[in-house]
Every structure is written in structure tokens, then in C-alpha cells.
């Protein structure tokens, strides 16, 4: 109930007139049953223009720390994510990915629209990455069919900087139908879930347009964080020749015996004989 009155009535308006978002492939979309809608993923509102566009609800798996958080913006998060359709998922793999796997062929399992993001999480710059194959599983253990999407525009909507969005025109491509029945009773290892995955990706690669990276995204995010932090000056290091003439150089002490030694046989070598 408030999932339509939030889309009809209180946010979608308002929405549409300030980023006046267009789609295309609306017929592609399944009237009834169930079906993954995969896209890329650039912005967190890509979550929000997807449903706003779609005829049907999408239930969207999101990152559980929307739902972790605390005090009353934590609150407010939580309330926001659950009544949108909105699913905590893990990604820290073990667990909580079967948790997450699980959460998903129920919502399928009951005949709704599932969308998740291949990617696992945003893209750091604008470039498609590579797929995890969590949608692989969800896709040969469930049998709903695929639907690419490409979500055009929000990658401009907040730029470095910027604590808000920026109003501008936002697009949604809903891509044909992909069936996987072909795969159906063979054995679900890493060759057939990267094979099943990487066909998904070409397919949001061809609507988006944008470049494949082939690499995980938070990958690149992990090195780019690493990149920017200040590294801790470092002592400054002799060079091999300067090291080389210290050890030739010798130490005070040592040139002071030798000048007293040499004095003392000078004085020596100056005195008469006592014999003579």
C-alpha cells in the first residue's frame, strides 16, 4: 500500500518533474511471474528510478548496512528501504550471501520481480565491471528469466564534492528477455555460473554502452582508496657512493693517534747519539 502511494502519490511526482527520467523496453517486461531485472549500477537512485518507471514492483536486494544504521537517520534509512521493497543483502560472502541467495528465490518464488546489481556494488567511475555470479545461482536455481537494464544518466547526478543530487535527465532501458532453460539439469559449477554471468553483463554492456572493465569493482575501489591515503615519510636513504666513502673515511681518533705517532719519531730521529 505504501509502496504505491510513495510512487503515485508522495515522491514520484516530484521526482518526475525534477529529473524528468524517459524509458524504453517497457514491453519487455513480463506483466506477471517471476523475473531478475539486472542492471548496472552507478548511483544509489538507480534503485529508485528502476521502480519508479516499472509497471510492476521490484524488490530490490540492497546492502545491509542501509539497515544496520544508528539513531534516528539510521532509523529513518531502515524505515525508507523496507517500505520501498527493499532487501538487506550481505556481500561479505559465506552465510550471508546464502542468506541473501535465499531471500532472493523467495521473492521470486512468490512471483515477483527480483533486482539486483551484477556488479555487487557502484561503479567507482562510470565503467561496467565486472559480474559476480550470485546471479548465476539465483537465475539456474529459480528458472525466472532475465531482464537486462540499463540505467542512463545517474552517474552524473552527484559529483565529486556534491552532498546532494543535481537535477538532471535520467533514462531507463529495459532489454529483451534472457532464458537460461538451455542450462537446465546441468551440473552448476564455476564454469557454467561465469559463462551464465558474463553473458548477462554483455547484454547490459550493449543497452549501456558504457566500457567493460574485466575486473570486480570493489576491487578498483580498494585500490583507489589505497592510492589516495598519504604515505608516511620515510627516512632518507645514503647512496651506495656515499656509503662507500664514509667507510674510506677514517674516524677522529684514529687520525689523532697517528699524528701524535709520527710527531714522537720526528722527535726522536733529531736527537744526537749518546755514544757519539
Known amino acids: 500500500m505504501f509502496y504505491w502511494f510513495l510512487k503515485r502519490v508522495l515522491a514520484g511526482p516530484i521526482l518526475r ?25 552507478n548511483h544509489f537512485m538507480d534503485s529508485i528510478f528502476v521502480p519508479l518507471l516499472a509497471p510492476r514492483p521490484v524488490v530490490y536486494l540492497a546492502k545491509k548496512d542501509y539497515f544496520t544504521g544508528r539513531g534516528i537517520k ?9 517500505l520501498n521493497n527493499q532487501l538487506p543483502m550481505d ?15 523467495k521473492v521470486l518464488g512468490e512471483g515477483n520481480s527480483l533486482g539486483i546489481y551484477p556488479e555487487g556494488t557502484r561503479s567507482p567511475d562510470g565503467k561496467l565491471y565486472r559480474g ?9 536455481e529459480s528458472g525466472a528469466p532475465v531482464i537486462p537494464v540499463a540505467i542512463i544518466g545517474t552517474d552524473k547526478l552527484q559529483p565529486a564534492g556534491r552532498l546532494v543530487p543535481k537535477p538532471r535527465r535520467v533514462g531507463v ?31 547490459i554492456m550493449r543497452l549501456s554502452g558504457q566500457e567493460y572493465v574485466d575486473s570486480y569493482a570493489s576491487t578498483v575501489k580498494t585500490k583507489l582508496l589505497t592510492s589516495a591515503k598519504p604515505k608516511k615519510a620515510e627516512p632518507a636513504k645514503k647512496s651506495k657512493d656515499a656509503k662507500k666513502s664514509d667507510s674510506k673515511k677514517p674516524d677522529s681518533d684514529s687520525v689523532k693517534s697517528d699524528a701524535e705517532s709520527s710527531d714522537a719519531q720526528g722527535r726522536s730521529e733529531g736527537r744526537p747519539d749518546s755514544a757519539e
Open 74 to 82: 539510521g532509523a529513518v534509512t531502515r524505515w525508507f528501504f523496507k
Open 173 to 203: 532501458v529495459f532489454g529483451t528477455p534472457m532464458d537460461f532453460s538451455k542450462y537446465s539439469g546441468l551440473p552448476t559449477d564455476r564454469f557454467l555460473l561465469r559463462s551464465v554471468t558474463d553473458e548477462i553483463m554483455y547484454e
Open 91 to 105: 556481500r561479505g560472502g559465506g552465510s550471508g550471501s546464502q542468506a541473501s541467495l535465499e531471500s532472493g528465490l
Open 132 to 140: 559476480r555470479t550470485g546471479i548465476a545461482r539465483l537465475v539456474l
Open 17 to 41: 518533474i525534477l529529473f524528468r527520467p524517459w524509458v524504453r523496453g517497457l514491453d519487455n517486461l513480463p506483466t506477471e511471474g517471476p523475473a531478475i531485472i539486472a542492471g548496472n549500477h
